[in-house]
């Protein structure tokens, strides 16, 4: 490969991706907003129900083995 065909091929990619990046339909700040909130809750109560089945876990084998 020359110096000009890997320079060619650098190019060719960025314009590809700048065309990609166009087509691409970016959402608005209040759907960002809703989202993230929705993870977030989400992770938490998954966190917290988590916890509580590692708790339940931990006293039930310190029930069996003490």
């Known amino acids: ?12 990619f960025f314009k590809g ?8 339909v ?10 993230t909130v929705a993870v977030v809750l989400i992770s938490a109560v998954l966190g917290a ?4 089945i590692d708790m339940l876990v ?3 084998l310190d029930f069996i083995i003490g």
């Open 58 to 60: 931990q006293i039930g």
């Open 17 to 24: 991706l700048k065309s990609e990046f166009k087509k691409v």
């Open 49 to 52: 129900l988590i916890k509580v």
């Open 26 to 35: 970016w959402p608005d700040k209040t759907t960002i907003c809703k989202q």
């Open 1 to 12: 490969m020359g110096e000009t065909t890997k320079k060619a091929s650098k190019t060719g």
